[in-house]
């Protein structure tokens, strides 16, 4: 059987590494993609781990020989998932989280429509800041045109949350762990076929509660803090990031 393709994607800064790595020791058979990157080691990184470190000559021989199921340029510089990646993880019967940018999970949507997407959001901007400032602190540089650009680039990313299945809110870190484990367990649940303990019904309905569709109480505050109009009220794709946006 076919593994399950789980998609996060999240404003820099937002906390879903943090989530990701928790998720890691509480969740067997999900594979974490490492994507390719041309931005180099931040902190404590290490090549292969978090990322494979490349040159842009190496990424773009790899773009021509079509060894990316997507790739987008972030922040100046190019992130990609291999194909490989995937067709090793569904090779040994593993789930993939790919945790990729808006761009990233359109290209993937529109390949594998049966992809499981989440969009993690922070609770507004300022803790957003925040955030961005103690991590640079971490890591021992504080870059505030860095900070403005995330900041600025969340707002837009932000916009395109309607196109994804499950949304998160990344207030309290052990909740939005706690309903991300739900989201991976229900999707299994509702694939395999299984749904009958106590347990199951519980993370189903956890999962339930993250859906787009039923998370409009907990997104409405955070759209505002954004300044976000929502004034679609439906689905669909908004890709209102231009490539000088993106940048
Ligand atoms: P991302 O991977 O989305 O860019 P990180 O996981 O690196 O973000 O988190 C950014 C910073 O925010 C880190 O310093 C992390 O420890 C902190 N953080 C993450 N989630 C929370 C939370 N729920 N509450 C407080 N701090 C958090
Ligand atoms: P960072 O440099 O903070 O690790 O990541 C910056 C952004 O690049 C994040 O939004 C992250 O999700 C995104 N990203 C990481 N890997 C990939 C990838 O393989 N593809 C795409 N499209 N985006 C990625």
């Given at each position: 059987?076919?593994?399950?393709l789980?998609?996060?994607?999240?404003?820099?800064?937002?906390?879903k590494?943090?989530?990701?790595?928790q998720?890691r020791s509480?969740?067997?058979?999900?594979?974490?993609?490492?994507?390719?990157t041309?931005?180099?080691?931040?902190?404590?990184?290490?090549?292969?781990r978090?990322?494979h470190?490349?040159?842009?000559?190496?990424?773009e021989?790899?773009?021509?020989h079509?060894?990316?199921?997507?790739?987008a340029?972030v922040?100046?510089?190019?992130y990609?998932?291999?194909r490989?990646?995937?067709?090793?993880a569904?090779?040994?019967g593993?789930d993939?989280?790919?945790?990729i940018?808006?761009?990233?999970?359109?290209?993937?949507?529109?390949?594998c429509?049966?992809?499981?997407?989440?969009?993690?959001?922070?609770?507004?901007?300022?803790v957003?800041?925040?955030?961005?400032r103690?991590?640079?602190?971490?890591?021992?540089v504080?870059?505030?045109?860095?900070?403005?650009?995330?900041?600025?680039?969340a707002?837009?990313e932000?916009?395109?949350y309607r196109?994804?299945?499950?949304?998160?809110?990344?207030?309290?870190?052990?909740?939005?762990?706690?309903?991300?484990?739900?989201?991976?367990?229900?999707?299994?649940i509702?694939?395999?076929?299984?749904?009958?303990t106590?347990?199951?019904?519980?993370?189903?309905q956890?999962?339930d509660?993250c859906?787009?569709?039923?998370s409009?109480?907990?997104?409405?505050?955070?759209?505002?803090?954004?300044?976000v109009?929502?004034?679609?009220g439906?689905?669909?794709?908004?890709?209102?990031?231009?490539?000088?946006?993106?940048?």
């Amino acid at each position: 059987m076919a593994g399950i393709l789980f998609i996060i994607s999240a404003p820099s800064g937002s906390g879903k590494s943090t989530i990701v790595n928790q998720l890691r020791s509480l969740v067997a058979g999900l594979e974490f993609s490492v994507s390719w990157t041309t931005r180099g080691p931040r902190g404590s990184e290490v090549d292969s781990r978090e990322y494979h470190f490349t040159t842009r000559e190496h990424f773009e021989e790899m773009i021509r020989h079509d060894e990316f199921l997507e790739y987008a340029e972030v922040f100046g510089n190019y992130y990609g998932t291999a194909r490989s990646t995937l067709r090793e993880a569904f090779a040994h019967g593993r789930d993939l989280l790919l945790d990729i940018d808006v761009q990233g999970a359109g290209q993937v949507r529109r390949k594998c429509p049966e992809a499981v997407s989440i969009f993690l959001m922070p609770p507004s901007p300022e803790v957003l800041a925040l955030r961005l400032r103690n991590r640079s602190r971490a890591e021992g540089v504080v870059r505030e045109a860095e900070i403005e650009k995330r900041l600025a680039r969340a707002r837009l990313e932000i916009e395109n949350y309607r196109e994804y299945s499950y949304i998160l809110v990344n207030d309290i870190l052990d909740r939005a762990v706690e309903e991300m484990a739900a989201i991976v367990a229900g999707e299994r649940i509702r694939r395999n076929g299984a749904g009958e303990t106590p347990d199951d019904e519980r993370l189903l309905q956890i999962a339930d509660g993250c859906r787009t569709a039923n998370s409009e109480a907990r997104v409405r505050p955070v759209l505002d803090a954004f300044g976000v109009t929502d004034s679609t009220g439906g689905p669909g794709p908004r890709h209102r990031m231009r490539a000088e946006e993106q940048a």
